[in-house]
């Protein structure tokens, strides 16, 4: 009986340790599947983030994913993306989560300048310590319940931004594994975010190609379109000119056909002077080396110079000239200024009526000087006010009467009026002319 | 590790004295383990560390100083552990324990000079994580390749510990020799190196198996199948040695392997960076050299 008991006891008692046995090793088991189920779950966050990546072409999406991604990789409590331009000189958030929040705590945990010159420094992520001062705070419990990651964003050397983050857990609980995941995550979408920028970026030299390709054939056409009158008279004019020396017959009416052909090559050749230089000015204003060589001018003496050099008015117009002080004076450019003068008058002219009135006023405030010159032309619909100013602009040839040598004149006087610091604008209503004003600055401690 | 119906009645020697090696502090073993383990966090470290008082005061050192260059004091051991990261801080326990093992507690004056083995060590650990910074940057990386560092010679201090005067011939061998590498004289005299020695600690101190590769074949990069690593550990050691930071005077006459640093794609002016911020942070590496 005595050993029959012991050895059920004995039994008994085998079958408890070997239960507890099984027991503990139940509980490895589960510790290890559910460390397993944690770690698939977060190499999925990856793995749905890089496959994503691959067919996403929109950076837009490529940031909400991340921040999907984050969310479900660490504790994120707030975020925001920032990235540099490509000069690596702006720095702006493209995506934010929370960003008050994040504002209030990058305060609480001092992240300053130094931090993040730290931070790209070192190239990796980084977890602010909560700093020396506020130990003591009654409110450091609450703050040490979260904490803050900087993670420098770089392809290559090349800075691209960088992703602040508030985690919803102490940074002394922050695993290993969370680093690493945070770490890949972002060196990926930086990889992926970098080389959709690029691709943004090379559309858009394509597209700046193809403008400057349309653009070249434009100035092709424009350019000889605008040519090809001057050319054509003046060829005109030197054939008739040539047929004449040969057969020598020069009699009085010749005599008057003569000088009006030698008017024809002045007038011409002053219109293509003039379209060479609008070329020329253009070139240098885009390209940045048009230079201004200023001095102090008296306004009203260049508008009457302009007026008494006009060469090529073709008809009858009334001119009358009327200033508010004949003292103004400012600093600029004469021959420039002469340029916008003549050109705005030459445009008067071609579009007035015969024997017309064109009307050129000048006046001036405390800092600038304004001309304006009055036409009773056709006038401009409100829908060309804009466009006529620019380069290659044509109004509609219903509305242009006699057309040679315009296309350019105006295009230059915006130039000119803009590398003076200036503006130039047109009021008008169609059928009761146009009244373009340019107003510039004097230049103050220099004259008027 | 070769084979061994060939080995040397010597080798055999040697491999049986490796039950004379200085085992793996369990200090080291234990930060591995830590490390090892990717669901461990600061506070798992912090504990290790706030056991040794010397370790606790090292940690706090290196995350408040002008090496580190954090902008802002750390008091805590956590904190430091935050800012250092993982790896940094194996790195201080690794440096700092074996330190104390090869330098502090080995025996009176030796032919072989400890402080200069030392500071060879340090160089070559911070310059090959300079070469991982400018060729394949990465936090892991660069750590792994300081690591690699500090160990790659720990071979010739079994040498000079287990086979004295054979090591001892091999160094006055070395002086009269310069053609000659060190490691080769070794393998005529010993029928081993210090890179296969090292290797084979590395194994029996059961550190990672990754770090076996680069220590067996420092010298010979070409060999190893782990070319990267490999690649940078040679080309640190030798910088470090032609950088007047060397202990052996007749190492000088190595060579760079030409292919590694092809391999590396180093250009002259990389390498020459890579030397001036060597000697800068050399000049700030106190902690390191004099653990
Ligand atoms: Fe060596
Ligand atoms: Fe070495």
Known sequence: MDNKEEE??????????????????????????????????????????????????????????????????????????????????????????????????????????????????????????????????????????????????????????????LINKPANTITQQELSLLTILLNQTTVVIENLRMYEQEKETVNKLRQIDEMKSDIMITTSHELRTPLTILKGSSKIIQIKMKEDMWNDDDKKLYAELIHNVNTQAEILEEITNTLLAATKFENGTLTLNKKVVNIKQMIESVIKKYTYKTKNVNLKFTYTDPNITAYVDDEEMKKVVRNILSNAFKYSEENGDVYIDLSADAKTFVVSVKDSGPGIPAEEKEKIFDKFYRMDRALTRRTGGMGFGLYLSKIITVQHGGTIWVESQVGRGATFYFRIPKEEGFGG | ????????????????????????????????????????????????????????????????????????????????VVVLGFLTVRNLILTSTLYNIFVNESQEEREFDRRKFWKHSVATAICARLLVSATAPGQKEEEEAFTLGILHDVGKVFMDTNYHSQFFEVMRESKKNKNEPAYAIERRILNTDHAEIGSMIIDKWNLPENFVEPIKFHHTPGLASDKYMTNVLHVADIISKFSAITYDASEINARLDREAMGTLKLQEENLRTVVQNLEYEMSNADLFLNS
Not at chain 1, 10 to 29: A, D, P, V
Not at chain 1, 56 to 74: M, R
Not at chain 1, 131 to 139: K, L, Q, S, V
């Open chain 1, 8 to 165: 059920l006891l004995k039994r008994i008692n085998s079958m408890e340790s070997s239960l507890k046995e099984k027991m503990e090793y139940c509980r490895m088991l589960e510790e290890i599947n559910s460390g397993l189920r944690k770690y698939l779950n977060e190499m999925t966050g990856v793995y749905r983030l890089l496959e994503a990546m691959n067919t996403v072409k929109s950076l837009e999406k490529i940031y909400d994913l991340l921040v999907d991604i984050l969310g479900s990789t660490i504790e994120l409590d707030a975020c925001a993306i920032f990235l540099y331009d490509e000069n690596g000189r702006d720095c702006r958030a493209v995506k934010e989560v929370d960003p008050e929040k994040l504002v209030k705590y990058k305060q609480i945990f001092n992240v300053d300048r130094a931090m993040y010159e730290w931070v790209f420094k070192k190239k990796h992520i980084a977890i602010v310590p909560k700093g020396t001062e506020g130990r003591d705070d009654p409110g450091l419990a609450f703050f040490q319940s979260k904490s803050f990651a900087i993670v420098p964003l770089f392809v290559n050397e090349k800075k691209v931004g960088y992703v602040d983050i």
């Open chain 2, 1 to 80: 590790m070769g084979d061994l119906k060939e080995t040397s009645k010597e080798l055999k020697d040697l491999i049986q004295k490796m039950d004379d090696l200085p085992i793996l502090p369990n200090i080291i073993s234990k930060v591995m383990k830590i490390i090892d383990n990717p669901y461990s966090n600061a506070d798992h470290l912090t504990e290790l560390i706030s056991m040794d008082q010397s370790l606790t005061v090292k940690t706090l050192k290196l995350a408040n100083s002008a090496y580190y260059g954090f902008p802002r004091e750390i008091v805590t051991v956590t904190e430091a």
